[in-house]
T-cell receptor, first 114, second 115 residues
Framework: SQQGEEDPQALSIQEGENATMNCSYK?????LQWYRQNSGRGLVHLIL?????REKHSGRLRVTLDTSKKSSSLLITASRAADTASYFC??????????????FGKGTHLIIQP | DTEVTQTPKHLVMGMTNKKSLKCEQH?????MYWYKQKAKKPPELMFV???????INESVPSRFSPECPNSSLLNLHLHALQPEDSALYLC??????????????FGEGSRLTVL
């Protein structure tokens, strides 16, 4: 099965700075999503970008998708202490077949220093 | 109501016990999922019910048994678990299932400890 690989695995920045996380995946997708998880809690959906889209914005979030490189990036602008969390990319769609559910990448743990 | 509710929040069980995790959603979603998450790891898909059809992840041991009594409820029956099964078990739902899965709505998880 395919799996997204995020980098960096951990990122620590000062409040107010921008945070960029990257994700790479292996096979064809229908869409790519980003989720956030506070420590030990459930995941919260942030944004979905379809395979025919190149960029999408939602508030302080900007997501890009490059299907030729099989990669995506998540940019959080003007970071806040409350943005401290783990961020996962997730992909669906399996080339040549079908399967339900999302496959999650390894995640980036983001720490915002006040 | 946009919640996925999981019970119990915490569960401690011995290796000979039989217990169940429960999940409920009232959003009219037609697909429900069980994920397992170990510390500092991503969630791993265990089972999917999509339009009340079960998709099985073949790497899941038979000591985990899912049940979907109706489109709003999802159970995970646990029997003869091992200490390495200790993890956060996450339930999620989506409006539709299939290969073009949209947004997943997650519950807060059930933290399982196997002694």
């Amino acid at each position: 099965s395919q799996q997204g690989e995020e980098d960096p695995q951990a990122l620590s920045i000062q409040e107010g700075e921008n945070a960029t996380m990257n994700c790479s995946y292996k096979t064809s997708i229908n869409n790519l999503q980003w989720y956030r998880q506070n420590s030990g809690r459930g995941l919260v959906h942030l944004i979905l970008i379809r395979s025919n889209e190149r960029e999408k914005h939602s508030g302080r979030l900007r997501v890009t998708l490059d299907t030729s490189k099989k990669s995506s990036s998540l940019l959080i602008t003007a970071s806040r202490a409350a943005d401290t969390a783990s961020y996962f990319c997730a992909t669906d769609g399996y080339s040549g077949g079908g399967a339900d559910g999302l496959t999650f990448g390894k995640g980036t743990h983001l720490i915002i220093q006040p | 109501d946009t919640e996925v509710t999981q019970t119990p929040k915490h569960l401690v069980m011995g290796m000979t016990n039989k217990k169940s995790l429960k999940c409920e959603q009232h959003m009219g979603h037609r697909a429900m999922y069980w994920y397992k998450q170990k510390a500092k790891k991503p969630p791993e898909l265990m089972f999917v019910y999509s339009y009340e059809k079960l998709s099985i992840n073949e790497s899941v041991p038979s000591r985990f048994s899912p049940e979907c009594p109706n489109s709003s409820l999802l159970n995970l029956h646990l029997h003869a678990l091992q200490p390495e099964d200790s993890a956060l078990y996450l339930c999620a739902s989506s409006q539709i299932g299939g290969v073009n899965t949209g947004e997943l709505f997650f519950g807060e998880g059930s933290r399982l400890t196997v002694l």
